[in-house]
């Protein structure tokens, strides 16, 4: 309602200045960028996490393997060097004599990152180690 004066009643204005709007814009601006920050370590943590926890069990199952071969198949070498078990994943099995009755079987999977076929040390993500013994 206009007053005598031409001057709009304080009481009656409704909605926000552009001042005020500008504000809020600001504050939302800065408060998402660490939202964000945040959204992003946790899907790389979610990534990495995933691709160790297949590791594991690639490795588990490499060494289930290996220890159903080594029932009738002790004589032979169970060693391997970046086998590739499901797609990206590279397996390498180092076999350790300690004596003519027992070996260390030692699986390391990982993901290939940089794709060049080979398992570094850098791309590592699990390393089972086992004993097997002769039975027979």
Same mark, same amino acid.
């Given at each position: 309602?206009?007053?005598?004066?031409?001057?709009?009643?304080? %009481?009656?204005?409704?909605?926000?200045?552009?001042?005020? =709007? =500008?504000?809020?814009?600001?504050?939302?601006?800065?408060?998402?960028?660490?939202?964000? $920050?945040?959204?992003?370590?946790?899907? =790389?943590?979610?990534?990495?996490?995933? $691709?160790?926890?297949?590791?594991?069990?690639?490795? $588990?199952? %490499?060494?289930?393997?290996?220890?159903?071969?080594?029932?009738?198949?002790?004589?032979?070498?169970?060693?391997?060097?970046?086998?590739?078990?499901?797609?990206?994943?590279?397996?390498?099995?180092?076999?350790?004599?300690?004596?003519?009755?027992?070996? %260390?079987?030692?699986?390391? =999977?990982?993901?290939?990152?940089?794709?060049?076929?080979?398992?570094?040390?850098?791309?590592?993500?699990?390393?089972?180690?086992?004993?097997?013994?002769?039975?027979?």
């Amino acid at each position: 309602m206009l007053s005598p004066a031409g001057i709009i009643n304080k %009481k009656h204005r409704k909605g926000f200045t552009l001042v005020e =709007v =500008v504000v809020a814009s600001l504050l939302l601006a800065a408060a998402m960028v660490p939202i964000l $920050q945040a959204l992003t370590a946790a899907h =790389v943590s979610s990534v990495t996490i995933e $691709q160790r926890t297949r590791s594991l069990a690639l490795a $588990q199952a %490499k060494l289930d393997k290996i220890k159903a071969r080594s029932i009738y198949g002790y004589t032979g070498s169970f060693t391997e060097s970046n086998t590739s078990l499901d797609g990206s994943y590279l397996c390498n099995v180092v076999d350790t004599s300690i004596s003519s009755n027992l070996r %260390k079987i030692t699986v390391s =999977v990982g993901y290939d990152e940089n794709g060049n076929g080979a398992l570094t040390s850098g791309e590592v993500e699990v390393t089972l180690a086992t004993y097997i013994a002769n039975r027979w």
